[in-house]
């Protein structure tokens, strides 16, 4: 079974300042991880995933996250955010040998201006 | 290329009635989701359909919830008698498959309110 721990539920930041939203995982196999954001009233829409490779992955609106195997995490990062990027942010994993999806809690990350 | 829908968008009843939600996925995806996401919490997957087969439904609790995926396309979730704790957001998601099936694509949610 797996587990994912988002560890701040809300993050406040101002706009054009950096942000990192932390996700840690357990799993006894191997796993994809995965960052979903949603905007209000919204489904998730993917920001970006892990399966191989570089453990840095750039994903979609200057958003990137790095995968470190040590220490079970996948943190999410942005070095400037903007008031539009305010939504509540998804960690997500799936064992390797198969696709389905364990989400954290979410966090909440609020441009301020 | 038309996104994951889902219908209605928003449903209240009272508790003991039932309720149905339909999802029509992404032409071409096999597999289909359906999540239930409870207010301030990250979704659950409630069942996993590859094509019109059940691949995983442990979380579905099968005594009140049930699901179907006829002819491997559109599916309907039904709630039959629904309970207080069942109000959430349910949301629908289908993956295509070969390489690109680890990535999830999901429709805008159905809101069931249960008063």
């Known amino acids: 079974a797996q587990s994912v721990t988002q560890l701040d539920s809300q993050v406040p930041v101002f706009e054009e300042a950096p942000v990192e939203l932390r996700c840690n995982y357990s799993s006894s196999v191997s796993v994809y991880l995965f960052w979903y954001v949603q905007y209000p009233n919204q489904g998730l829409q993917l920001l970006l995933k892990?399966?191989?490779?570089?453990?840095l992955v750039k994903g979609i609106n200057g958003f990137e996250a790095e995968f470190n195997k040590s220490q079970t995490s996948f943190h999410l990062r942005k070095p400037s955010v903007h008031i539009s990027d305010t939504a509540e942010y998804f960690c997500?994993?799936?064992?390797?040998?198969?696709?389905?999806?364990?989400f954290g809690g979410g966090t909440r990350l609020m441009v301020k201006p | 290329e038309a996104g994951v829908a889902q219908s209605p968008r928003y449903k209240i009843i009272e508790k003991r009635q039932s309720v149905a939600f339909w999802c029509n996925p992404i032409?071409?995806?096999?597999?289909l989701y359906w999540y239930q996401q409870i207010l301030g919490q990250g979704p659950k997957l409630l069942i996993q359909?590859?094509?019109?087969?059940?691949?995983?439904d442990s979380q579905l609790p099968k005594d009140r919830f049930s699901a179907e995926r006829l002819k491997g396309v559109d599916s309907t979730l039904k709630i039959q008698p629904a309970k207080l704790e069942d109000s959430a957001v349910y949301l629908c998601?289908?993956?295509?498959?070969?390489?690109?099936?680890?990535?999830?694509?999901f429709g805008p949610g159905t809101r069931l309110t249960v008063t």
């Open positions: 359909f590859q094509n019109n087969g059940v691949v995983d």
């Open positions: 997500a994993v799936t064992p390797r040998a198969g696709n389905m999806l364990t």
């Open positions: 032409s071409g995806h096999a597999t």
């Open positions: 998601a289908s993956s295509p498959p070969g390489h690109g099936r680890y990535e999830q694509y």
């Open positions: 892990y399966l191989s490779g570089s453990t």
